[in-house]
């Protein structure tokens, strides 16, 4: 019989019998297939982008051989809630997340998404979005969601991208960041909004309720928005309205507006704050009453203790609208600031998570981190700060933001490590890194922020909370960072290692694997010990079928998509 060579995802007859013939063929691994099941000894055949044959492969020929012996061969892991809308258009090659084994980005959280936007409102979103320094890099030439989802496809990206739409930037397109109920033309243009960007690909609705404009939004105009989202068999995730103090009536707003809505819904970051340590048990018990009465509710987390952001991000909603010169000027004012400091004890509209050590005044658990005019000061609390000037906390804090016009930054420690332990074992929980796609070069290197999110999420949770503390099972992680996730966006042919899935896959030394971007507390400073470091132990990720990443090496390919939601309801 003559030989016939099929590289496509086919059969090589030769004398001596059938031989499966593959592009890549992963060999000798221990696979997690992300089902929850424990590893399992087998090889893997890849074909066309997809996952042809799993089993005892030994004679099967192959363009390319990947020995896994002693390594972990899991599905690549799908970051349910990330920040990288705009870092993908200002380096595709998402080094910083596609280093960690994430195969999958979600972008547009919080209430923050890229589109839709409206060019008379366009400066309000770049200023009030959380977005970062890359904000100023990017050339915002998009007006709808598919506007946005082409371009990045356009120009291509190492990764699978996947967004939601977010409330905060639909309401700023109609209203800005008005203090108000929308008028039923607004809703009416709200609503629209939503429908185009869910027809665009959107797999859902998200809020940041905590955020400029979100705050404002009562409860009914969330739920109406979500009632489109339902039409088109969508997901709600939210940032809820306060993950301190009322942590748990946030959390029964959140489950209410899924419930009134017809839509799932998916808690972002929900792990208690300081203010709200020690209530994740009664958490648990709504999120349980929740899922016992049909409503399908699920929560994401990192597992950090920290957060890096700039000062004025503490100050009242209203009080950060219009950017730094503005926050400077009201600060200066002696009735605004008396103003200020008296709604950051008040907290009527709960701001994020790190704004209770302010309001609690926990000074000495934030450190000074970033700053051009004091320097000197860097790595000290704002309690030894305050003691050095001879003046009260709240006064240096309001000073720190003036001297550097806005550009000044903390280390807020604001999260209990016993409630992110218990938050890790909760089978409802999948894993997330709040993070975004960032390199230690160009103008993504430039950005000093503190990022172990960013760099180091997924191997600090299997080298800290897997292989060295034990609160998860090796194995119930991996379905905590694949299927969970995929099951959450309805990806049917992802987060599973499974014959006939998308060859979304990471190959990783569970032995060695190790987190380098990340200073556990009490910190040490200077700035090197900050740094923005890929992780260790991470051999492969093919995404699509395709090695981005080889031995510690990205081969500079882009075989990511740009995923669309696939709309499954009847739309009248």
């Known amino acids: 019989m003559p030989l016939r060579k099929i590289f496509k995802n086919a059969w090589l007859i030769a004398n001596e019998g059938l031989f499966l013939v593959f592009e890549i063929l992963i060999k000798n691994g221990l696979l997690i297939d992300g089902a929850g099941n424990p590893w399992f000894k087998a090889d893997v055949g890849v074909s066309e982008g997809k996952i042809a044959q799993i089993g005892k492969l030994g004679n099967t020929k192959a363009e390319i051989i990947i020995d896994a012996r002693g390594l972990v061969v899991s599905p690549g892991f799908i970051d349910i809630h990330t920040h990288s809308d705009l870092a993908l258009l200002i380096n595709s090659r998402a080094e910083s997340k596609i280093r960690q084994g994430v195969t999958t980005e979600v972008i547009g959280n919080c209430g923050d998404s890229a589109a839709p936007v409206r060019k008379e409102t366009l400066n309000v979103l770049k200023e009030v979005g959380e977005w970062g320094p890359e904000v100023k890099a990017v050339k915002w030439n998009w007006s709808s969601l598919g506007d946005y989802l082409n371009r990045l496809e356009e120009q291509r990206v190492s990764l699978n991208v996947a967004s939601l739409v977010g409330h905060g930037t639909v309401r700023i397109a109609v209203m800005g960041v008005e203090n108000r109920s929308p008028t039923n033309k607004e809703m009416k243009a709200m609503k629209t909004l939503v429908a185009e960007s869910m027809k665009d690909g959107a797999f859902g609705l998200s809020s940041g309720l905590v955020y400029l404009p979100g705050c404002f939004a009562e409860t009914s105009e969330l739920i109406e928005l979500c009632k489109v989202v339902a039409e088109y068999g969508g997901f709600y995730a939210s940032h809820i309205r306060g993950e301190r103090e009322t942590i748990v009536d946030a959390l029964k707003e959140a489950i209410e507006i899924g419930e009134q809505a017809g839509v799932p819904v998916q808690v972002s970051h929900n792990c208690p704050k300081y203010g709200a340590h020690g209530k994740f048990k009664e958490q648990s018990e709504i999120y349980e009453k929740a899922r016992a ?156 922020g503190y990022s172990p999110c960013d760099y180091g999420e997924y191997p600090y949770i299997l080298e800290r909370y897997v292989r060295e503390e034990k609160v998860l099972t090796l194995h119930e992680a991996v379905r905590k960072m694949t299927s969970l996730p995929a099951q959450r966006l309805g990806l049917r042919d992802r987060g599973l290692l499974k014959e006939g899935m998308w060859a979304d896959i990471v190959i990783f030394d569970f032995n060695a694997v190790r987190d380098r971007a990340t200073s556990r507390y009490p910190y040490r400073f200077p700035l090197p010990n900050f740094p923005h470091k890929y992780p260790e132990g991470i051999k492969y990720v093919l995404v699509n079928g395709e090695i981005v990443v080889e031995k510690d090496r990205h081969r500079g390919v882009f075989p990511g998509r740009v995923l669309c939601h696939k709309i499954n309801k009847t739309i009248n």
Request: with cysteine; hydrophobic share 35%.
């Open 293 to 448: 009465r049909g409503v399908d509710v699920t929560f994401d987390n990192d597992a950090h203790t920290d957060y890096n952001p700039t000062l004025s991000q503490v100050l009242p909603q209203w009080a950060q609208a219009g950017g730094n010169k503005k926050i400077v000027a009201r600060l200066k004012d002696p009735k605004s600031r008396e103003r200020i400091k008296r709604e950051i004890i008040e907290d009527k509209f709960p701001g994020p998570g790190y704004s209770g050590l302010v309001k609690h005044g926990r000074w000495n658990r934030i450190f000074l981190f970033r700053c051009k005019k004091n320097k000197d000061l860097i790595g000290k609390s704002l309690k030894e700060i305050a003691k050095m000037r001879g003046v009260d906390p709240f006064d240096v804090y309001f000073d720190l933001i003036i001297e550097e016009k806005g550009e000044v930054s903390a280390l807020f420690n604001y999260i209990d490590e016993e409630d992110i332990r218990a938050v890790l074992r909760h089978p409802l929980m999948m894993v997330c890194s709040d993070g975004s796609a960032y390199a230690p070069y160009g103008v993504l290197g430039r950005i000093n």
